[in-house]
């Protein structure tokens, strides 16, 4: 396997050498330097075999807060709930 030829892409190659998402880009005639979601992106090993590549810290997803917190924390203050 090998990985898309675009600088930076960092995805398995289809056709052509691109990523699939190239590809599609390529076909509608689209810039092929058009920012596409990101998906697990892939590393080529010292040995030339393709893994996955470990997940970074910034990625990693936010806690979730609990919707209108603020609201009904005033609700309680006033003694409304």
Known sequence: ??????????????????????YRLWRAGRPL???????????EGPDGRVAPAPIRASRAPSPRR????KEYALL???GLR
């Open 1 to 22: 396997m090998k990985l898309c030829k675009l600088d930076g892409c960092g995805r398995i190659a289809r056709s052509r050498g691109w990523c699939s998402s190239r």
């Open 33 to 43: 330097d058009t920012p596409i979601r990101g998906y697990q992106n892939y590393e």
């Open 66 to 69: 609990e919707p209108f917190a």
């Open 76 to 78: 309680r203050s006033l």
